[in-house]
């Protein structure tokens, strides 16, 4: 399995028109395109101006045709008149030579994950309601510890997760220009379910189950945070991001 995910900032106000194209227009046609199995639109918690596009599909091929296609293309356009106005601008040489302030138009981001297969769990069964929630976390592993991070995922990890109220799905993947990071995400049926997960301590403790595979850099940060009591802040820290979907559908 193959996972894409299509990051922009909107404007928020604008939310509900982005969900009824979404909707309307890019499910339908992403149930017709060979090997999307699932789709959905998704407003991060924290960032309400960013929102995700993500979606599943049954190998790397049939992602990568669609982003090259002219269907792709097209339903991005769909979505542009909706996505935020940059905030960042650029000098410029004008034709009079004299120098101009202009906006530099922020492109969505795209970035692609293969499922590790042994990891592809479906908790969730089809006659469940619809999912409301996404956690993922992104942890950077250590060189050489990503084969042990993935057995200790499938074998500890996975088990405690299909017993937690309210994990419906959970899967890990790989990424595919940095081999060293890694994303668990799972799907919830209401935010609470994914916070009493977060805050009871299962969370923490599964977390220590594999913190010994993370990167050298993190490892670092550990050690000083002990020695000093203080909260240490690094460029690989452990990310966790939380979605409401906005809406979705499965293929399968």
């Avoid at 299509?6 to 028109?17: D, I, S």
């Avoid at 008149?81 to 981001?109: C, H, M, N, R």
């Avoid at 996404?134 to 942890?139: A, D, F, G, H, I």
Wanted: proline content about 5%; charged content about 30%; hydrophobic content about 35%.
């Amino acid at each position: 399995m193959y996972m894409r995910v299509w990051q922009a900032r909107v404007k928020p106000e604008r939310l509900p028109e982005i969900r009824q194209v979404y909707e309307e227009k890019v499910i339908p046609s992403l149930q017709n395109v060979s090997g999307c199995l699932f789709a959905s639109l998704m407003q991060s918690e924290g960032q309400p101006d960013e929102c995700v596009s993500m979606t599943l599909w049954d190998g790397q091929a049939h992602a990568e045709a669609y982003a090259r296609s002219d269907l792709f293309r097209s339903l991005v356009d769909e979505l542009r008149p909706f996505l935020a106005d940059s905030t960042e601008w650029k000098i410029q040489l004008s034709k009079e030579l004299t120098l101009e302030y202009g906006p530099v138009q922020e492109e969505p981001t795209v970035k692609s994950y293969s499922v590790a297969e042994p990891t592809a769990e479906k908790i969730m069964a089809r006659e469940q309601p619809q999912l409301m929630y996404v956690r993922v976390v992104s942890p950077k592993i250590r060189p050489g510890m990503m084969d042990e991070f993935k057995r200790i995922y499938a074998d500890e990890i996975l088990p405690v997760l299909r017993e937690v109220r309210g994990c419906r799905y959970a899967y890990l993947t790989e990424g595919t220009k940095d081999k060293n990071e890694v994303i668990s995400v799972t799907i919830w049926d209401s935010q609470k379910d994914a916070e009493d997960y977060e805050t009871g301590g299962i969370f923490d403790l599964l977390k220590e189950k594999v913190r010994h595979t993370f990167s050298e850099l993190y490892q670092w940060k550990m050690k000083l945070e002990k020695e000093s009591g203080k909260p240490v802040v690094t460029s690989e820290d452990m990310m966790v991001k939380h979605y409401n979907v906005v809406t979705g559908k499965s293929f399968t």
